[in-house]
């Protein structure tokens, strides 16, 4: 049993749509689980129709939905033949179930009706794809996943009940491999004992595949992406960036959590709990041996760099210069939490504290007011922040040239850098 992932990049045209059947018959005759985002930009569209349900401009939340109406009906079309019109008729349900709610007038929060809305994405580009496959003959079936996947009420970020969804796992998703080798299922969506669709938070669609192979026991889990694999650096920074062949799962969580857009800690938890490994490969290009994420220690990496622009310095001081012992550095963790902000960097001293944080205005403000009233408070913007795992000097020294150092924290794996353009450049 394997379980496979495509992004919506993997979706996006019609052609990388034709790709798809060539890579599945790569494995024909194994048993594999494939989870499907929405379609290329179709969650950025969903948000706008829910921006304007919420602001009650319904006539422009449904002239928006109809957009994403007509490019996946287009899509269809130009995909399929014999399966169009019954295909059709499943695509015309799912647009019903967002319809109806659009006729509505807001009476809870927004983040309930950006759920109802933006699931649609993946049930939409699932219900095509899946059409497709039996199109070009490789029978699957196409599961809803909200059958399957029971969560709590924090829409946005909602938290999947294990053993409910274990129990589902064991009831409905086995029973169909004794029938089908593929079956077919949506990223990123659930839903509450009430039946309300709910959203699982970010790089959501991951971490749906990183469960379902934790709960089928699979043998891998494989993230098709449009790149070659993990690189030791952001590719779109710097051209120069290496292809990585291999990580363990520590690394992974370790370069997410300095801010590298690699796989997001939640989904590899999954995965590391039962030794599952983790495989990142080009869907463009299948035959490239990609990058393996496993238990193993990996040795001789080479420095792995993330560069965070639009930083911000707080600087927090004791306003009777008394020092910043426990109490005041909890209060301070209290308004992280309840503000939901996660620090960069932080650096203590007898009687400050520095804060380093995304340059977010909404966040920002409301963390310096709540703070201000604990400690006298001062914002340095126009930052940028440097992290290098595994670094040299060498690196470190390019990377710095020509600029301010505001702040460094330094470990013998890793060097992180706040710093700025210098006045002298």
């Given at each position: 049993m394997k379980v496979f992932k495509f992004g919506g990049a993997s979706a996006s045209t019609i052609e990388r749509i034709k790709h798809l059947p060539g890579i599945i018959k790569l494995f024909s005759g194994e048993k594999i689980l494939i989870v499907i985002s929405a379609m290329g930009k179709a969650t950025n569209a969903l948000e706008k129709v829910a921006d304007a349900f919420y602001d009650n401009r319904k006539?422009?939340?449904?002239q928006l939905f109809n957009v994403v109406k007509q490019n996946h009906i287009t899509t269809a079309k130009y995909l399929l033949v014999r399966n169009y019109n019954e295909t059709e008729k499943d695509l015309s349900a799912i647009f019903t179930e967002a319809e109806w709610l659009l006729h509505d007038k807001p009476v809870r929060?927004?983040?309930?009706?950006?759920?109802?809305i933006v699931c649609v994405g993946e049930l939409l580009s699932t219900t095509i794809l899946s059409a497709y496959l039996n199109e070009v003959k490789i029978a699957n079936?196409?599961?809803?996943?909200?059958?399957?996947?029971?969560?709590?009420?924090?829409?946005?970020?909602?938290?999947?009940?294990?053993?409910?969804?274990?129990?589902?796992v064991n009831e409905?998703?086995?029973?169909?491999?004794?029938?089908?080798?593929?079956?077919?299922?949506?990223?990123?969506?659930?839903?509450?004992?009430?039946?309300?669709?709910?959203?699982?938070?970010?790089?959501?669609?991951?971490y749906s595949a990183a469960v379902?192979?934790?709960?089928?026991?699979?043998?891998?889990?494989?993230?098709?992406?449009?790149?070659?694999?993990?690189m030791n650096a952001d590719p779109k920074q710097f051209p120069d960036a290496q292809f990585i062949s291999e990580l363990n799962y520590n690394e992974v969580i370790e370069m997410a959590y300095y801010g590298a857009q690699v796989i997001h800690?939640?989904?590899?938890?999954?995965?590391?709990?039962?030794?599952?490994?983790?495989?990142?490969?080009?869907?463009?290009?299948?035959?490239?041996?990609?990058?393996?994420?496993?238990?193993?220690?990996?040795?001789?990496?080479?420095?792995?760099?993330?560069?965070?622009?639009?930083?911000?310095?707080?600087h927090l001081q004791s306003k009777d210069f008394s020092f910043v012992g426990e109490k005041l550095t909890a209060q301070l963790y209290n308004l992280f939490s309840e503000i939901k902000i996660k620090p960069n960097l932080i650096q203590s001293g007898a009687i400050n504290l520095q804060v380093c944080i995304d340059d977010r205005p909404d966040k920002l403000d409301k963390l310096a007011a709540a703070a201000s009233e604990i400690f006298d408070v001062q914002i340095e913007k126009g930052l940028t922040l440097l992290t290098i795992?595994?670094?040299?000097?060498?690196?470190?020294?390019?990377?710095?040239e020509g600029k301010a150092i505001v702040l460094k924290q330094q470990s013998p794996e890793t060097v992180?850098?706040?710093?700025?353009e210098s006045l002298n450049h």
């Open positions: 006539e422009d939340a449904l929060n927004y983040d309930y009706y950006y759920d109802q079936k196409w599961v809803d996943v909200r059958d399957i996947f029971r969560t709590d009420d924090n829409f946005r970020d909602a938290s999947i009940d294990w053993n409910y969804t274990e129990k589902k409905i998703i086995y029973p169909l491999f004794t029938e089908f080798d593929i079956v077919v299922t949506q990223g990123f969506i659930g839903s509450t004992d009430e039946n309300e669709s709910t959203t699982l938070g970010r790089e959501g669609s991951d379902f192979a934790n709960m089928l026991n699979a043998e891998s889990e494989t993230i098709w992406k449009d790149v070659e694999g993990v800690p939640k989904t590899i938890k999954p995965l590391q709990n039962k030794g599952i490994p983790l495989f990142v490969k080009c869907f463009l290009d299948a035959a490239l041996p990609g990058t393996v994420i496993h238990q193993k220690g990996i040795k001789h990496l080479p420095p792995i760099i993330v560069l965070k622009q639009n930083q911000a310095l707080m795992r595994h670094y040299d000097e060498s690196t470190l020294t390019r990377l710095t992180q850098v706040l710093m700025k």
